[in-house]
């Protein structure tokens, strides 16, 4: 039977989301891995099922490209979160995660925002191979780390344009201190409340923008006493806005977009 599903970015931070609401998962990471094929599938940075929830709008379950289970992703939970809003004609909703309970507001500008939880930053929760302080790290470039469901790695460099981020990013990605490998965020400082940020993204490569990391990259600076508590992030696609008041949760703003709902056909999904 096909199956039926809708693409959306945020800022070209491409996802597509699997209405299974009142149905069974239907989603496995070897499917997961063929759906996110670029050339033969649809091709996505992650996929997000929506499922029923007892106490929440909805839960949802993530999935990278490469078919490798997540916990967090702000813009697919934005997207998500924009869905339910529209459906529902309401303003508010409340998403079930890996994370927790997340919230989400549609802004007066139309954005949606999501409190994305408080981030970690003990070694055993991001997690890290061995105890350590994980504000500096015992790598090259002293980068940082946390997690926001998942692990964030982020280096704060002078000029963007002389790091090999396809050389440099999977390196760090599957380096033995990451027992579930990193994302990467190579971060350069404009002012205390606007960065620039280029990303590898754990298992997906480099992407336009991605939800999560710009979580991480914003607080690790925040933590480094390097930026205010607001940041403008600006990724290769474009620009959110990440708050944190240094003790409670993240909440991460921008637009999403629905570009086109389709269905898979029996071909892919019985391979």
Request: hydrophobic fraction near 40%.
């Given at each position: ?21 009142n149905s069974p ?70 998403l079930r995660t ?89 971060v350069r400082i ?82």
């Open positions: 039977m096909p199956l039926s599903f809708h693409k959306m970015h945020a800022n070209g931070d491409d996802f597509v989301i699997v209405d299974s609401r998962n239907p989603i496995t990471s070897n499917l997961a891995r063929r759906m996110g094929d670029r050339n033969r599938g649809i091709g996505f940075n992650q996929l997000a099922v929506m499922l029923d929830c007892d106490d929440a709008d909805a839960r949802l379950v993530f999935w990278n490209a490469d078919g490798s289970p997540l916990d967090a992703c702000g813009s697919a939970t934005r997207g998500a979160a924009d869905m339910l809003m529209r459906e529902s004609n309401m303003t508010s909703v409340a890996n994370r927790g309970l997340l919230t989400c507001e549609r802004t007066s500008t139309g954005a949606i925002s999501v409190n994305m939880g408080k981030p970690l930053f003990n070694w055993v929760d991001i997690p890290l191979a061995l105890e350590m302080d994980t504000s500096v790290l015992p790598l090259a470039g002293e980068p940082t780390a946390c997690s926001m469901g998942n692990p964030h790695c982020t280096y704060f460099v002078d000029d963007l344009t002389a790091v090999e981020i396809e050389t440099i990013g999977p390196a760090i990605e599957t380096n033995p201190l990451f027992p579930l490998r990193t994302n990467v965020h190579f404009i002012d205390r409340a606007r960065i620039r940020l280029r990303i590898w993204e754990r298992g997906g490569g480099i992407p336009l923008g991605s939800g999560s990391c710009s979580c991480g990259a914003a607080v690790n600076g925040i933590r480094r006493g390097l930026l205010d508590r607001c940041v403008e992030v600006e990724c290769d696609g474009g620009a959110v806005t990440v708050q944190w008041d240094g003790v409670g949760p993240v909440f991460l703003t921008g637009p999403v977009e629905t570009i086109y709902s389709g269905t898979i056909m029996d071909t892919l999904l019985k391979v």
